[in-house]
């Protein structure tokens, strides 16, 4: 019989990485298994403790995972169709020694899935393909720097994704207007 480490998991589906590490698994949890007390996207997790039943979703969803053992290790997570993961920015996990903490990164970032557009109505109607920004903080707001890397290193590219984005926080879509000298500060937003 294989080893297994429980895992809590979110029944609901979040759009983002940015609310499933926000909301995690306070909304109804399900237990899941994984071979590994780390999730890494070579992990898989399975439905039943023996390791025989992987767990398969949609790539488009996120939720919130977390060690049943430990809340303090937390993962926002999507899982693929052939049950690959993909571990959101900005999570916690422990080492073998229970009170170690790292971070995924040596920038603490946080991702946004974001719609550009040359104009207001392109961003929020969702007209070009999705793509991921970074801050290094959860509450955008005006004067917040978006980057094109979790290692925020590359400013989002106004010229070529657009002077708009639409994004989801504060509990809506939003179109945030994208200035400052180079193009990557939000200089204004409002609902879309």
Known sequence: MANSFAFVISKNTYPDAFQANLIGVDQGTRIVYSATDTLTSQSVLYADSRLTQPIYGDPTLWIGAQLLTDDAVKYPISINGSGAIEIGYNTTTTTAAPTTTTTTSGVSSYA??????????????????????????????????????????????RSLYGEYLSIYFQAQDQVCTMGGALGFIITDYTAC
């Not at 719609?115 to 707001?141: E, F, H, K």
């Open 112 to 157: 946004f899935m974001a719609y550009g557009g040359a104009s207001p109505i392109d961003a929020c109607t969702r007209v070009n393909p999705m793509i991921t920004v970074y801050a290094n903080t959860l509450s955008l707001n005006i004067g917040v720097d978006l980057y094109m890397d979790a290692g925020l290193t590359t400013p989002y590219n």
